[in-house]
């Protein structure tokens, strides 16, 4: 299975800049929110591991995400933007699934994804069809690609079990909050 978590996205077919950025349906849940504050340190090292690779990209998703708690419609009932604990716009958790080749229509094409697999004992492969690429996807493996620019995919495997957290960033959040691509 597959679950997305944002404190801020456009409502499905509503993404001009007029539009409200809303709580992900996933964000509120009491589930997620102590998901996200168990791993609230990890996403810290993930940040840090950001800030190393691409500064400038790290600096307009922190930029971003503290602009995002002004700019989101939220209700009494919604957990506070404020706990997101990424400088990612939004975070995957992608559970034994086959992910198809693709390349993902939400970013930009300078924003890196941060693409981290754990599990136990599988021997999942990544692979990037336009550098006719095939690397080894074990639990551990970090991987920042240019998710807009690069197809890749990630086929099936013949043992253990598998999980991805993909952090990516929305380039019309970042628009919407006035934050520049880097």
């Known amino acids: 299975g597959r679950v997305t978590v944002s404190p801020a996205y456009f409502m499905q077919g509503r993404e001009r800049l007029q539009d409200p950025l809303v709580i992900s349906a996933s964000y509120s849940s009491n589930s997620v929110q102590q998901w996200l504050k168990v791993i609230s340190g990890t996403e810290l090292f993930f940040n840090a591991i950001t ?8 600096e307009a998703g922190l930029a971003a ?13 919604t957990a506070p933007t404020s706990q997101w604990p ?8 992608i559970v034994n699934r086959v992910t ?16 981290a697999s ?5 021997n999942a492969t990544f692979r990037i069809e336009d550098l006719e690429a095939e690397l080894d996807y074990f639990p ?3 991987v920042s690609i240019l998710g807009k620019i690069l197809e890749h995919s990630v ?4 043992i253990g079990e598998r999980f991805v957290l ?4 929305k380039d019309k959040v970042h628009d919407r909050v006035g934050v520049s691509k880097p």
């Open 51 to 58: 800030a190393f690779i691409t500064p400038e990209l790290f």
């Open 65 to 77: 995400a503290s602009k995002v708690l002004s700019a989101t419609l939220q209700s009494k009932k």
């Open 140 to 142: 551990g493996t970090l």
């Open 86 to 93: 990424s400088v990612f716009s939004g975070l995957e958790l």
């Open 118 to 122: 754990f599990g136990i004992g599988h």
């Open 100 to 115: 198809l080749g693709h390349r993902d229509a939400g970013g930009a094409s300078s924003h890196y994804d941060l693409l």
């Open 166 to 169: 993909a952090h990516f960033m």
């Open 155 to 158: 086929g099936p495997w013949k």
